[in-house]
């Protein structure tokens, strides 16, 4: 309030004076009224970050809170020996949890979310803003100036400037980058599968434990049976259940809490002298081999930090960090000690060490909510591997899948059916298959602590180029991570033939398919841009285009976001006729987390107004979808015909031949045009009013009648503008066709043999059976248009 009241004083606008009089004739319990409110929205705030802390649990924690159902049977898989092995193995599992899941990401990994998004390629759509590493060349300046498209600035003299030109010079580095994404995002597919598989079993696991007589194969199929009802209601969403998820996973980690506590205090209260760092000396060398191996149980404790990160959502970092240091940190201390406890007197029950050291009164009930919490966990998961998914296929390196928003109030809860369906599959084969919690244990971590050293990779040049670390912090970061998680590496590594075989063939088929397909449409794209029509010859053909311009409206889809397609030169070649206006389409992605409605469209003109040929960029995000309405189309219109309007509008006060007024219109101009604009169309308003003729060889005036008439006079002008809306009009409602391209890549006859398998075999195979765009634009069957062309790489 006193800075308030001094800035009045010292202000030079009249209605200072009064404004001051006015606080001092109020009255005091007034004054105290305002001090009470601004205190209730400081604590207002606080209690909205506890809440959100509270259903972060839900989401981001489910994972991680049901590591305590596997991990000790994972590590002694034929009974502890020795007390020491359990106070050691209790050792390391408190030591995990404190460098991997506390200190490396819940307090470093998270501060790298683009946006609020996590996950591998939300770091990697954060290093491609910093550094020109995306290998698909299809940005623009432009595209610099979203407001979502958020970088630092880098000294030209810095370690970070040096290491950013060190990976923009050469194309091996981009490649490495590029490729060591992939192997991340193919261990959190294989976490898709492999966490419901192993949370879900170990749940249901229960069951014998308390019944003795019951059969292996009745646990497996009552595995199997929550899996199959798990994945066949994903076309839901968790719209509508997820309120449920932050209570149910609340009341697991103060159950596994509580229980842990007794049994501490039940059992062996001595298990607590594990917080020594000694006793993990004294495990390793007594151990030899057997004990080096058993790391590979010991990872499974920390399994769910990488889910943590991807499931980052819409969470602010300080609400994750709170749920964890609170609840989840010292509940999963509390429950993994409890167990030791437990095992010190009962060497021999490794194996069902969780459910054997519930006590029996509330045995049952705590069964159900690790049925629930495991479902949840699997939920979370399944998830993330949708959403990274989604990530994959806007970056250009995942083929087109059908992707369905379960949400309207939510953006990041989308549903993929096809990959639903092969998760599903693929976790059934998993349970069913392995049969075992210990094989698929192997699985599970081979799959974790590789996507745990890709981020480490991944993070340090974050640390270099994002935020400018000083190179000891960075050094101090990797050598801690990298001593750690090669240590979990090394120990999994002995276990490849135990089930850890699993996820690196999963990974691997789904590498394969995503790198020929990035491949492929890298090369695509390539052809595309080496082929593009000269404006010369465009020119060269005037106005008609040598052909019949008939009424109507062509909208030529096109990868280039510059530039005229070779598409276009193969239509007017093999056909006598092309449409009054010209509509070149280009749908792209940026590595942002989303663009806002309002910057979403660019739209340019090509060649002189006579040509009535126009280019339209529409921008997306990863997190973006291109919805399958109408929306789009009209849209696009509505650019258009704004564009016309701006552009003759400023006609007469441009003196350059080239003009572009992104990211410079004022709000009155952009009101005043919409206004003007209502009765041409229908559309939304929410679109970008950016206008460019930077890639236009010729001079927006250029010497035909038409524009001369155009700058000599305001009401001619106006007179032109008006004339032109009403042919874009009358052209549209004569009908609006969607032409396509349909290229087909070839390897060449001289080409290596793995060349032509990718090529040939495995590219047309994925091209077959993904989506056509006619489909994801949603462009009626009779108003589209295909053109056929091959090219050999």
């Not at 960090?321 to 940190?329: G, K, S, Y």
Request: net charge neutral; proline share 3%.
């Amino acid at each position: 309030m006193a800075s308030r009241v001094e800035s009045d004083e010292d202000g030079d606008n009249k209605g200072s004076m009064w404004d001051l009089d006015q606080k001092l004739d109020q009255p005091m319990d007034e004054e105290a009224g305002r001090l009470k409110n601004m205190y209730r929205e400081k604590k207002f705030s606080a209690l909205l970050l506890l809440r959100l802390a509270y259903q972060s649990l839900g989401v981001v924690y489910g994972d991680l809170g049901t590591s305590p159902l596997y991990v000790f049977y994972n590590t002694f898989p034929h009974g502890a020996k020795d007390r020491e092995d359990v106070i050691g193995a209790l050792s390391l599992i408190i030591y995990s949890l404190t460098l991997v899941p506390l200190l490396k990401y819940v307090f470093i990994v998270l501060r790298a979310n683009d946006n609020g998004q996590g996950g591998t390629f939300a770091l990697y759509s954060l290093l491609c803003r910093h550094a020109n590493l995306k290998i698909i060349p299809n940005q623009h300046r432009t595209d610099e100036e979203l407001t979502t498209y958020s970088r630092a600035t880098i000294h030209e003299r810095s370690f970070a400037a040096k290491t950013k030109r060190w990976l923009e010079t050469h194309a091996f580095n981009k490649n490495s980058i590029l490729i060591l994404v992939l192997v991340g995002t193919c261990m959190v597919i294989g976490d898709g599968i492999l966490t419901p598989a192993i949370s879900v079993l170990s749940a249901a696991g229960g069951i014998k434990v308390n019944r003795p007589d019951v059969d292996s194969g009745v646990v497996v199929l009552v595995a199997v049976v929550i899996l199959v009802g798990l994945f066949s209601l994903q076309h839901y969403g968790t719209d509508r259940v997820g309120w449920l998820f932050a209570p149910i996973v609340l009341l697991w980690f103060l159950l596994i809490g509580g229980i842990g506590m007794y049994n501490i205090w039940n059992y062996d209260s001595s298990v607590l002298k594990a917080f020594s760092p000694i006793y993990i000396y004294r495990y390793l060398r007594r151990g030899g081999r057997e004990g080096w191996t058993s790391l590979g149980g010991i990872l499974l404790s920390i399994t769910g930090t990488e889910a943590l990160f991807a499931d980052l959502a819409h969470f602010p970092v300080s609400s994750v960090q709170i749920a964890f240091t609170l609840v989840v940190f010292p509940c999963l201390l509390l429950a993994y000690s409890g167990q030791a406890a437990y095992l010190l007197l009962n060497l021999d029950h490794t194996k069902d060490a969780f459910y054997r050291s519930i006590p029996e009164k509330i045995y049952w009930p705590v069964f159900v909510v690790a049925t629930a919490a495991a479902i949840v966990a699997s939920q979370a998961t399944i998830t993330a591997t949708f959403s990274i998914i989604k990530q994959a296929l806007a970056h250009g390196c995942f083929p087109r899948v059908k992707v369905v928003h379960t949400s309207k109030n939510f953006l990041g809860q989308i549903y993929i059916p096809d990959m639903n369906w092969i998760l599903m599959i693929l976790c059934i084969a998993v349970t069913a298959g392995f049969k075992n919690q210990n094989q698929i244990g192997n699985a599970y971590g081979t799959a974790v602590v590789l996507v745990m050293l890709v981020t480490t990779l991944l993070m340090i040049l974050i640390m270099l180029l994002v935020w400018h670390c000083h190179w000891i912090l960075v050094v101090i970061f990797t050598l801690t991570s990298l001593v750690v998680e090669c240590t979990y590496f090394s120990a999994v590594l002995f276990k490849v033939d135990q089930g850890g075989w699993a996820p690196l063939v999963i990974a691997g088929v789904f590498f394969i398919i995503m790198y020929v397909w990035h491949y492929g449409t890298l090369k695509r794209y390539e052809f595309e841009m080496h082929s593009k029509v000269s404006m010369a010859w465009v020119l060269g053909l005037g106005p008609s285009l040598g052909l019949v311009r008939v009424p109507g409206v062509g909208l030529v889809y096109t990868e280039l976001a510059s530039g005229v397609p070779h598409i276009f030169s193969h239509f007017i070649t093999n056909l006598p006729a092309i449409h009054s206006v010209v509509v070149f389409v280009c749908v792209k992605y940026l590595p942002v987390y989303t663009v806002p409605e309002e910057e979403r469209f660019l739209v340019k003109r090509i060649g002189p107004k006579n040509f009535h040929m126009f280019r339209c960029v529409a921008r997306y995000g990863y997190k973006d979808l291109h919805k399958k309405d109408d929306d789009f189309e009209k849209k696009l219109f509505h650019n258009l015909f704004v564009f016309v309007k701006l552009e003759s509008m400023m006609e007469g006060f441009s003196d350059s031949d080239e003009y572009s007024l992104y990211g410079q219109q004022t709000v009155e101009s952009r009101d005043a045009v919409l206004n003007n604009n209502n009765n041409d169309n229908t559309a939304s308003s929410n679109v970008d009013l950016s206008i460019s003729t930077v890639d236009s060889i010729v001079p927006v005036r250029s010497p035909s009648p038409v524009n001369i008439t155009v700058q000599s006079s305001d009401r001619v002008s106006s007179h032109t503008e008006v004339d032109e809306l009403e042919f874009l009009n009358n052209c549209r409602d004569a009908g609006v066709v969607h032409i396509l391209g349909n290229t087909v890549v070839r390897a060449r006859r001289d080409s290596r043999f793995y060349k032509k398998i990718a090529v040939d075999y495995i590219y047309a195979f994925l091209r077959k059976i993904c989506r056509e765009h006619s489909v994801i634009f949603n462009i009626p069957h009779e108003s589209l248009l295909n053109v056929g062309q091959i090219f050999y790489v």
